[in-house]
């Protein structure tokens, strides 16, 4: 077994000493968006970081491109502390960081912003959110030297088809097709959010590995309910500890950074939710807040395989096709899989996402077990919207198997003519039959890994993403997202995490005279 490395003087898997003392913020998740708010608000303030995964550094199945393939779609199972692999109520085989980094530890590495509509939709500061992107793209995105030759195909096939303008590369989301970064460098070595806590003030933070939180304490003082540290599990001695926020200071918090699974799980587990939902596992009901797992979303895909009759390397996504008004994306990647019979075998793929799905669902517990998987249920394609732009994904890229850049990969059929391998389930032949079409939408659905929601703003959090209704507890996630943003959401949830802790320290600056430190840092930003 490999062993994980712990290249930060800060990282540690010693529960008893990370709990002997308290923080002014306690994050709960070393995910996408909670290395990068830990590095932000350590610089002032003292921060624990407890994550339930392991460090992922030292695996090169993390490191490495080509482990995306394996972690994510073949030997899950083998990573306890990398992924976990659950199954939605709708069917779906979904998989779960569990790992310092959270998503990008093991994603595709596709890094591109969100539209200029989507932060305005979110009315986040532009400026501030610029230079948080910056922040971040100055370690974790790559420009790619060369396309691989399944991706440079699909973007030539993508101009074919008529998916203009052609935008070279940006990382702005923009109609057409586009090259975009990669988290991945130009060696192929994965950079995860976890690089991100470089950034940090190691005086002023402790990350925590393989510890679970189980619960959120409360205290009430004059009335108000206000969080006041976590209960949590270490996994090594398995004991049971509880850490607390400085009391002194009305500003500190317990932060929820879990994801869109882990965060709303933990509402619920402490008593924070649907007040029926609790009862029924003798939750003590601490706030009744009826959307905690509610509009839950995962943007559903379509896929195309085709086999290579020439070598292919190993390639996560580099292009992108937006198309339909920025409703529906075309992404590509290419693997090696190892035939006993014949040596190699060689894969080039081309997935269709519905943005904006319409359809949502809900999560609730299964038990009081923190480590179970809650029940997920995302009702794919129950909206007609999703099933319409789904149609639309199999028409583009029936159209893309057809341009001459994709034709290069065609075998010679037994009558010489030229024959595309496809994996089953081959796409519906008659584009015109809508029933054949919904039926392949819905029998063939997967996810793109890109589920969202659980805590959205207005019905669990206000607009500064605090829990309405508990004082001292706020949320930084994509659980708080009512869409997916950007192509690929890494990007956003890594600027989310620096721009919700600038605003913090900007709160903290303006609510009480602060150091002449903090003052001339806010004063710069």
């Known amino acids: 077994m490999l062993r994980a490395e712990y290249p930060y003087s800060f990282m540690t898997a010693d529960a008893d000493k990370a709990a002997t003392r308290t923080y002014d913020y306690i994050i709960v998740g070393g995910g996408t968006a909670g290395c990068p708010l830990a590095a932000t608000l350590s610089q002032h303030y003292s921060v624990l970081v407890i994550e339930r995964g392991d460090s992922p550094y030292g695996n090169p199945d993390v490191e490495d491109s080509s482990g995306f393939f394996k972690i994510m779609l073949d030997l899950v199972d083998?990573?306890?502390?990398?992924?976990?692999?659950?199954?939605?109520?709708?069917?779906?085989?979904?998989?779960?960081?569990?790992v310092l980094g959270g998503g990008t530890a093991i994603n595709g590495g596709f890094y591109s912003r969100a539209s200029l509509e989507y932060i305005r939709k979110m009315e986040w500061n532009e400026k501030l959110v610029n230079e948080s992107y910056e922040w971040v793209e100055n370690l974790n995105a790559?420009?790619?030297?060369?396309?691989?030759?399944?991706?440079?195909?699909?973007?030539?096939?993508?101009l074919e088809g008529g998916a203009f303008p052609y935008n070279g590369y940006t990382l702005d989301h923009v109609e057409g097709t586009k090259i975009s970064a990669s988290s991945f460098d130009n060696n192929g070595k994965r950079h995860t959010a976890a690089d991100l806590l470089k950034y940090a003030n190691p005086d002023n933070i402790v990350v925590l590995l393989n510890a679970t939180v189980n619960r959120i304490l409360f205290n009430s003082t004059s009335g108000k309910l206000k969080a006041s540290g976590v209960e949590f599990t270490g996994d090594v001695d398995g004991l049971f500890y509880q850490v607390f926020i400085n009391q002194l200071s009305h500003e500190s918090e317990v932060i929820l950074s879990a994801g869109s699974i882990g965060s709303p799980q933990l509402l619920l587990l402490s008593g924070?939710?649907?007040?029926?939902?609790?009862?029924?596992?003798?939750?003590?009901v601490v706030l009744d807040l009826a959307f905690v797992g509610k509009e839950i979303k995962d943007p559903p895909r379509t896929t195309i395989i085709v086999e290579s009759p020439k070598p292919l390397e190993f390639s996560c996504v580099q292009i992108v096709g937006i198309v339909d008004n920025s409703k529906l994306y075309i992404e590509s990647g290419s693997f090696i899989q190892q035939n006993n019979a014949s040596g190699f075998q060689y894969f080039g793929f081309v997935i269709?996402?519905?943005?904006?799905?319409?359809?949502?669902?809900?999560?609730?517990?299964r038990s009081t077990n923190p480590q179970d998987s809650?029940?997920?249920?995302?009702?794919?394609?129950?909206?007609?919207?999703?099933?319409?732009?789904?149609?639309?994904?199999?028409?583009?890229?029936?159209?893309?198997?057809?341009?001459?850049?994709?034709?290069?990969?065609?075998?010679?059929?037994?009558?010489?003519?030229?024959?595309l391998r496809f994996l089953p389930p081959p796409l519906p032949q008659n584009k015109l039959n809508n029933e054949e079409l919904a039926k392949f939408c819905t029998n063939t659905v997967k996810t793109v890994w890109h589920f969202h929601g659980g805590c959205q703003v207005d019905f669990v959090i206000n607009k500064r993403y605090q829990v309405?209704?508990?004082?001292?507890?706020?949320?930084?996630?994509?659980?708080?997202?009512?869409?997916?943003?950007?192509?690929?959401?890494?990007?956003?949830?890594m600027m989310l995490g620096r721009y919700m802790g600038l605003r913090i320290l900007q709160e903290r600056a303006n609510t009480f005279v602060s150091s002449p430190k903090l003052m001339t840092f806010m004063d710069e930003l």
Request: hydrophobic share 35%; net charge negative.
């Open 78 to 98: 083998a990573y306890p502390h990398v992924a976990e692999r659950f199954v939605t109520e709708d069917g779906v085989a979904l998989t779960r960081a569990r």
């Open 142 to 158: 790559f420009e790619p030297h060369k396309l691989s030759p399944w991706n440079s195909a699909v973007k030539d096939g993508l």
């Open 272 to 284: 924070i939710g649907p007040s029926q939902q609790l009862e029924e596992l003798n939750i003590g």
């Open 352 to 365: 269709g996402k519905v943005a904006f799905p319409f359809s949502s669902g809900e999560l609730r517990l």
């Open 374 to 419: 809650p029940s997920v249920q995302y009702n794919y394609f129950s909206h007609p919207f999703d099933l319409q732009e789904c149609k639309l994904s199999i028409e583009l890229m029936t159209n893309l198997s057809g341009t001459s850049s994709i034709q290069e990969f065609s075998f010679i059929g037994s009558d010489n003519s030229n024959v």
């Open 468 to 493: 309405k209704g508990i004082d001292n507890l706020r949320i930084v996630d994509n659980s708080i997202f009512k869409e997916s943003p950007g192509t690929n959401p890494q990007a956003t949830t």
